[in-house]
């Protein structure tokens, strides 16, 4: 296995290669057992600085970024959107730009914009690594999912993962489609049916949408929430119907005759797809993926820093 990756930037699972992949789980599962031991620091990243540029909210992905960096001993800045001279109309370049003349050499960002980290990596120089743009790609949180499916459940190859809710608006569902079918998983989606995007059966997905037959068939489930700040319509009748027909709740999990690993990126909405007694179960492995997240960037920000 070779021990660089093939790209230069993390912009999204598609540019990724399967050998990239299994290049990160190993390099994360060696910086997993750095965090497990009393001093959780390594000087790896000593000579870089690391800018994330959150232009829009999180709480999971740049918390995780910014320990996954000073866990390497980079120097890290931190920019928000609320506060910055965004409001006084600057462009994203001119920003950014503004913020690499301060000798950066890693950009994090976070973008409501498609397509935004893309075209980012096309005018500076700097790493960029896509922490989530828009409906588009969210890459570290696919690559950490299957990470902690293979930790719990060995290897993904073979494995059956659906993933239910809101798979028109997510970023997580078009990253963990690519990024399980490049391990080999099978993957099918499931939710009502104008959150299906018309194209998925195209790129090898199956498509279900009755949840029961979807958990029947899985080994794996992720939950996503159901993205209002991207709905501008109504893409189905109401709140009460979705729980009714796509929530997931211990009872059901109960009847199937086999226990299923549930997954959900966060940030939940307890009572809408996921009930508080399956989120806290031990069937759920949602705070092992926000452990291994950490992990898993650091991983990512140490091999893109080697591609310098
Ligand atoms: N999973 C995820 O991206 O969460 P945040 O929006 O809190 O970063």
């Known amino acids: 296995m070779s021990n660089q990756l ?12 399967k050998e990239d992949i299994e290049l990160i789980f190993s390099t994360a599962t060696n910086f997993k057992d750095v965090l497990n031991r009393p001093i959780k620091k390594v000087p790896s990243l000593r000579d870089i600085t690391i800018a994330n540029l959150f232009f829009e909210n999180s709480t999971r ?3 995780s970024f910014e320990l996954a960096e000073k866990r390497l001993s980079a120097d890290v800045i931190n ?37 935004s980290a893309i075209f980012l990596s096309k005018h500076v120089h700097a790493n960029i690594i896509n922490a989530g743009d828009g409906t588009h790609e969210h890459p570290t ?43 080999g998983a099978e993957v099918m989606v499931c939710g009502p049916v104008a959150l299906i995007p018309r194209y998925i059966s195209e790129i090898g997905v199956q498509v279900e949408y009755n949840l029961r037959k979807a958990l029947e068939w899985c080994d794996v489930a992720n939950m996503l929430r159901i ?14 119907e979705y729980v009714m027909l796509y929530g997931v709740n211990k009872v059901l999990l109960e009847s199937l005759k086999k226990e299923i690993l549930i997954l959900h990126p966060g940030p939940i909405n307890r009572g809408v797809e996921i009930t508080s007694d399956v989120a806290d179960s031990s069937q759920s492995i949602i705070l092992n993926q926000v452990e291994n997240g950490v992990a898993i960037r650091m991983a990512v920000l140490f091999l893109l820093a080697q591609t310098r």
């Open 79 to 115: 920019f928000s959107a609320s506060g910055s001279s965004v409001s006084k109309g600057e462009t994203l370049i001119d920003t950014v730009n503004n913020i690499l003349a301060m000798k950066v050499d890693m950009v994090v960002m976070r973008h409501s914009k498609p397509g």
């Open 141 to 183: 949180q696919a690559l950490l999912d299957a990470f902690s499916i293979r930790e719990k459940i060995g290897n993904v190859e073979g494995k059956k993962v659906v993933i239910v809710g809101d798979i028109l608006h997510s970023r997580v569902a078009l990253s963990n489609i690519l990024c399980l079918q490049k391990l």
């Open 61 to 63: 992905t740049k918390l």
């Open 6 to 17: 093939s790209v230069r930037h993390l912009l999204g699972i598609k540019d990724l290669q």
């Open 227 to 240: 993205q209002m700040e991207r709905q501008d319509i109504k893409y189905f009748p109401s709140l009460r």
